[in-house]
């Protein structure tokens, strides 16, 4: 069983920058893609962004792109979400997940792909 850990979330100005992690348990963490989800309350969870096992490609949702970047770091198990220009409108709780079959070349953006998840950690942004 992975287990998948987030940190770094928090309170941020809008316009600032917070940088998640996500901890894997497995070393077979390097063998697949991830990705990046938020939930706001009441909303749906949503696909913000993913990168494949090999960092080959990287994908982001319209409305982060040029403000969110993924990378990852598969001696350190860790995947990280860069996120820059915050706005009050990306507030939500971030999951990171790991996609349910390895080496995939493309990245998932269903929910439903995604095997593992964390628990989540809570980013909000407001003055």
Do not use: H
């Not at 998948?4 to 497995?26: F, N, T």
């Not at 709780?93 to 809570?122: H, L, M, N």
Request: charged letters at 20%; aromatic letters at 12%; proline letters at 4%.
């Amino acid at each position: 069983q992975v287990q998948l850990v987030e940190s770094g979330g928090g309170l941020v100005q809008p316009g600032g920058s917070l940088k998640l992690s996500c901890e894997a348990s497995e070393r077979t963490f390097g063998d697949y893609g991830m990705g990046w989800f938020r939930q706001a309350p009441g909303r749906e969870r949503l696909f913000v962004g993913g990168i494949t096992w090999n960092s080959g490609t990287i994908a982001y949702i319209d409305i982060v792109k040029g403000r969110f970047t993924i990378s990852r770091d598969n001696a350190k198990n860790t995947v990280y979400l860069q996120m820059n220009s915050l706005k009050p409108e990306d507030t939500a709780v971030y999951y990171c997940a790991a996609d349910s079959i390895p080496f995939r070349p493309q990245i998932r953006v269903g929910a439903d792909e995604y095997r593992y998840w964390g628990k989540g950690t809570q980013v909000t942004v407001s003055s």
